[in-house]
């Protein structure tokens, strides 16, 4: 490192870098599994922005490549966002100093409880539903109640995909569903209403994934170009701003962009 360069303008690239080679993976042993073509995770650990596509790309690259070693992902993206913006090929952060990136996700430790206290938690909690079972049992039984109005469409939406995925059903057919990316696009598509297939990845151009064994699919996409496919349907998907799209054996249609993660 020179010495005019300020030792926290390469904490994003050092930081992927030495961990790593903390795990012993090589370049392309990272690509295989990310899908993050070599030269674009080189410049990561260089931080080479000028080699790397948009912003909105670098911040997937920087999440993707993160949580493959064990990293926060989202702070690396984060952190990324709080120096530069959208302006990365500048070479000039946007703001001060960045604090100190953690190396790994750090979560709360649960508190310690003796197995006494859990074996008398657990008898407590027997006794207390025996009492409700026998208090329960001698009134009349109370008829099932059944949501009506705004209640049961509420409760019916909560049952399928957040706000724009189709939910399993019995009816319907399998069918399989086929992306071919033209240009690098950030992907997330869910099956069955909750079962993420691919989960908030960078697509680079001439990548193609497919799936089969779902009635149905829901796609959101940020800009950038792709075919989308489900059974005997195809979407020719190129635009500007990120969008949604729900497919099963009856097409494809337009649905709801649900946001860059995957639930």
């Known amino acids: 490192m020179s010495p005019d360069v300020p030792p926290s303008r390469t904490a994003i690239g050092a930081t992927l870098r030495d961990a790593r080679r903390r795990y012993g993976l090589e370049v392309r042993e990272v690509e295989e599994r990310t899908k993050i073509r070599a030269r674009y995770i080189r410049a990561l650990e260089n931080e080479d922005w000028e080699t790397l596509p948009a912003p909105a790309y670098i911040r997937g690259f920087l999440r993707t490549y993160g949580q493959l070693l064990g990293l926060d992902g989202e702070m690396l993206a984060d952190e990324f966002r709080r120096r530069y913006g959208d302006g990365p090929g500048t070479g000039t952060p946007t703001s001060g100093p960045p604090e100190p990136l953690l190396s790994e996700r750090r979560r709360p430790s649960a508190p310690r409880f003796s197995r006494g206290v859990w074996i008398i938690g657990i008898v407590a909690g027997i006794i207390v539903l025996l009492l409700l079972l026998s208090l329960l049992g001698g009134g009349d039984e109370a008829p099932p109640t059944t949501p009506t109005g705004a209640k049961a ?16 059903s019995s009816g319907g057919e399998k069918v399989k569903a086929v992306l071919k990316a033209a240009t690098d696009t950030e992907v997330c598509l869910v099956a069955g209403g909750d079962e993420p297939l691919i989960d908030s990845q960078v697509m680079l151009g001439g990548d193609k994934e497919s799936f089969d064994g779902y009635k149905n699919y829901h796609l959101d996409v940020g800009p950038g170009k792709i075919t989308f496919v489900v059974g005997d349907a195809k979407e020719e998907i190129d635009g500007t701003e990120p969008a949604g799209y729900d497919g099963d054996s009856g097409g494809i249609s337009a649905g709801t962009y649900e946001g860059p993660e995957c639930p």
């Open 153 to 168: 469409g509420k409760q019916a939406k909560g049952k399928g995909h957040k706000g724009g995925g189709k939910e399993e």
